[in-house]
């Protein structure tokens, strides 16, 4: 029996010894299986702050792994913005669909839909809506565009290139409509696109940064969508211009099912699609879509006629 005691003993003693060495802070998230924290997570190491936010991803997404990029906002958020341990912890279940209304990643509150491409690979996710979608918060490190990497029709959005993101029922689907209020932030100084289909004038309503924002200069409205760089953080009310031309209007042919771009003046915004003409279904996103690049395309036989929002 002596044989085993001291031993046992001497293990007891070096992990309380272990322990005690750890700063106070560490403490909390060194002891039992949960990410257990202090509020103050700018206390603990930059690698503490890591395994404290990935035990608490790990746990409400029942073991999936915290995406990178994730990873890299919440950090910034904590070293930049004091984000405390249980703003991060509400905001993971919120990213993950589970904000108190019980709804499962992936599908819906009845507000908005989370959508994500895993893998740079094109999802497709049905909204209770009927309209148009807008996204209203950005989850990945890749920007979210519309027309580029993500789009909507009645009833659906469809994500790819690795954009995942929040998306809500479109305000100015028939156009006009109010100011909208968006909240945009540089963290660490990065490059950031908030919000989709923004077009009219944008003006700065309230600065969150040391660093003065200036239009033009580290903040702007460009393509649909706001834009802030260089440390700039604020609040912008984005105000529309009238809803679009009906008078202008463009036909788009995919010939023998290929591949189609056609001329689109992108200063009316983003195009709609008014009268089908083929028998081939045109379809946003699959068989006629929008981007800044190359212009209004159409494939897989869609023939169709297009007009501004």
């Known amino acids: 029996m002596t ?42 190491s930059p690698g503490e702050q890591r395994r404290v936010i ?26 930049l913005s004091r984000w405390t341990f249980s703003r991060v912890k509400a905001d993971i279940a919120e990213s ?40 209203v918060r950005q989850l990945s490190g890749t920007p979210c565009n519309e027309g580029q990497n993500w789009s909507s029709s009645n009833g659906q959005v469809w994500v790819r290139g690795g954009c995942r993101a929040e998306f809500r029922e479109a305000r100015w689907d ?11 932030e540089s963290a660490d100084g990065r490059y950031r696109q908030c919000g989709s289909n923004l077009y009219g004038n944008a003006v700065l309503v309230r600065q969150l940064s040391d660093t003065a924002c200036r239009q033009g200069q580290n903040w702007g409205l460009r393509n649909g969508y706001l834009w802030v760089d260089n440390g700039c953080r604020g609040i912008f009310r984005v105000n529309r211009n009238g809803g679009g031309d009906s008078d202008y209007s463009v036909t788009c042919t995919s010939e ?39 212009g209004l395309w159409v494939n897989r036989g869609c023939r169709a006629r297009f007009g501004a929002r």
């Not at 044989?3 to 003993?9: E, H, K, S, V």
């Not at 009845?110 to 996204?135: I, N």
């Not at 089908?276 to 929008?290: H, R």
Request: contains cysteine; hydrophobic residues 25%.
């Open 3 to 44: 044989r085993f005691t001291i031993p046992l003993l001497l293990s007891a003693t070096l992990a309380g010894a272990a322990l005690a060495a750890l700063p106070t802070t560490a403490i909390h998230a060194q002891v039992g299986t949960r990410a257990y924290a202090p509020e103050r997570l700018w206390e603990l």
């Open 54 to 79: 990935s035990l608490e991803y790990s746990e409400q997404s029942n073991g999936r792994r915290i995406p990178e990029d994730q990873m890299r906002f919440y950090l910034d958020q904590v070293r």
């Open 96 to 135: 993950l669909g589970y904000d108190g209304g019980g709804y499962p990643p992936g599908q819906s509150n009845g507000q908005t839909v989370r959508c994500e491409s895993q893998d740079k690979r094109q999802q497709t996710c049905r909204t209770p809506w009927r309209g148009r979608s807008e996204l």
């Open 174 to 184: 028939n156009g006009g409509g109010p100011g909208q209020d968006i909240r945009c």
């Open 256 to 294: 023998n099912n290929r591949y189609t771009t056609c001329a689109w003046d992108r200063n009316r915004g983003m195009p709609r699609l008014i009268q089908q003409l083929s028998d081939s279904p045109c379809i946003e996103g699959s068989s006629w879509g929008y981007d800044w690049r190359n």
